[in-house]
């Protein structure tokens, strides 16, 4: 037989199964379809005998494979019993280090009393790392936007320039096409209620308050959210996948100052004008159903807006939108530097950055109603 070939040989002993591994256990020995099936088949034979004695001080050659294939022959466990030799136990740490098992969730036990409790705890648990965590960010935040200011020549002009195209100018199709939409589906329906009251002119007053004030920004906020939300989280988390992020943090470069304060001002500097945008298409098109469907003039509907809807109301839907677009930026790199080094991470960050980026947004939307509702009305 030749030497070489990887295998493992077991002998009896009084205190057991010994289990001596002889051969080469690397790639280049491992990878001939001969070689790896007749380890397999080895392996499959043996199972896990537990309580058995190793020894692996006669092995040839051992490279990651090998120790791959022994640790998960171990069952992800170091034996009881084991001769091995000092490079051959670094090698397999290094294997136990990166290849252990994903941590389980364990599944609540109904039958306990307190399981509901336990699940909710949890919960709140998470709840609260993850607001730390925004805090904490926010906080980063604002001390960037001081260093920038002291040190302009320092800043990321180029990264925010870009963020800003691809945030704002990219969005304006999108947004201007749905907000066109919603204007025209709100007329028609509205149209249809104050025809039976003989209120056709006050169409300018509801849909002059209810876009300018309320769904202009939330809308075009909503869009953002799920557009450059996810996209951001996205960028952090393949960063993180591919290293890029470590790689910063050894050459001393600010994750906060490079990655999140360029898209937070974006956001903050576009939301407004995207909100804007979104809006006038709104109205435009809740002016064209509004002709169609009752017969007032476009020129009447432009003359009468500005009486109907008090200029506040515009400053008070900027105000939010500005906030709406810290708060997606924020929303998306904090779940994108939460984001692990695999794939399936990447994944559920991005689906949980959209969600809580709308649901963040729909949140303060109602506070915003309810701390200002005397204002513009």
């Known amino acids: 037989m030749n030497t070489a070939v990887p295998r493992i040989e077991q002998h009896k002993t ?5 289990c001596m591994v002889l051969g080469a256990w690397t790639a280049a020995d491992l990878t001939s379809q001969s070689a790896w099936r007749g380890v397999q088949d080895q392996l499959k034979a043996m199972g896990k005998p537990h309580g058995a004695s190793w020894n692996l001080l006669k092995i040839d050659q051992l490279d990651h494979l090998g120790a791959q294939l022994l640790w998960e022959q171990w069952g992800s466990a170091w034996p009881a019993h084991i001769e091995i030799a000092p490079p051959q136990r670094a090698l397999i740490e290094t294997i136990e280090k990166f290849a252990a098992p994903p941590a389980q969730t364990p599944k609540p036990d109904w039958k306990r009393p307190l399981a509901f409790l336990d699940l909710l705890g949890g919960r709140v648990l ?20 001081i260093r920038l200011v002291r040190r302009p020549h320092e800043g990321p002009w180029r990264d925010l320039s870009g963020h800003l195209y691809h945030i704002g100018a990219t969005a304006l199709p999108i947004t201007a096409l749905v907000g066109f939409l919603i204007g025209v589906v709100l007329a028609y329906l509205i149209s249809q209620q104050l025809k039976q009251f003989g209120a056709d002119a006050f169409i300018v007053n509801i849909l002059g308050i209810s876009l300018i004030r309320e769904l202009g920004p939330v809308l075009a906020a909503i869009l953002i959210a799920g557009r450059s939300g996810s996209a951001i989280t996205a960028q952090i988390g393949v960063m993180r996948v ?4 470590d790689a910063m943090r050894v ?6 100052f490079r990655l999140v304060m360029p898209r937070a001002l974006a956001l903050a500097v576009v939301m407004p004008l995207i909100s804007v945008w979104t809006t006038i298409a709104a109205l435009l098109g809740g002016m064209l159903a509004a002709n169609a469907a009752m017969g ?10 500005p009486a109907a809807v008090d200029i506040a109301n515009l400053t008070l839907a900027t105000s939010k ?4 677009g810290l708060l997606i930026a924020l929303v998306g790199c904090h779940f994108g530097l939460r984001v692990k080094p695999n794939t399936e991470s990447l994944g559920q960050g991005t689906t949980s950055s959209v969600v809580t980026s709308i649901t963040v947004v729909i949140l303060v939307d109602a506070l915003f109603a309810v701390l200002f509702k005397n204002v513009g009305i």
């Open 14 to 18: 009084p205190d057991g199964m010994a």
């Open 126 to 145: 998470g709840m609260l790392d993850h607001i730390k965590s925004l805090v904490r960010l926010i906080g980063q935040l604002l001390l960037d936007i």
């Open 242 to 245: 591919t290293e890029e992020l």
């Open 251 to 256: 050459m001393g470069i600010a994750r906060g």
């Open 296 to 305: 007032i003039t476009p020129a009447f509907f432009i003359t009468a807006l």
């Open 321 to 324: 939108s500005v906030v709406f």
